[in-house]
């Protein structure tokens, strides 16, 4: 994306094959989300084949605020940060035990 180029995501139910769709997503390009496997070979020869939509894509990259992005990004991951902060030292002492969520207290939850 930093090079102006637009690249397909599809979406999955894991976080590693739903982040790329977020993000797009949160940069306005819904266009470049397929949510199965034939959506995502139709829209990549889409790309392949219409060099105008290929452009076209390419110039709204070109006019997205990345910046404003990232910041909302890191708003949404800062609780999460804290909450591995606050709560390392309770769960460093469970060790690689199984145990309740209500056993970490409800600061560490």
């Given at each position: 994306l930093v090079l102006h180029k637009p690249?397909?995501?599809?979406?999955?139910?894991?976080?590693?094959?739903r982040i790329g769709s977020a993000q797009l997503e949160l940069l306005d390009l819904p266009e470049l989300v397929a949510t199965n496997s034939t959506?995502?070979?139709?829209?990549?020869?889409h790309l392949i084949r219409d060099s105008w939509y290929r452009l076209s894509l390419s110039e709204k990259i070109a006019r997205t605020n990345f910046t404003r992005i990232l910041e909302q990004e890191s708003k949404l991951f800062q609780p999460a940060i804290d909450s591995?902060?606050?709560c390392h030292e309770s769960w460093m002492s469970i060790g690689n035990r199984v145990i309740d969520v209500a056993q970490l207290g409800s600061k560490c939850v």
């Open positions: 690249i397909l995501s599809r979406k999955g139910t894991r976080w590693h094959n959506q995502f070979v139709e829209q990549a020869v591995l902060v606050r």
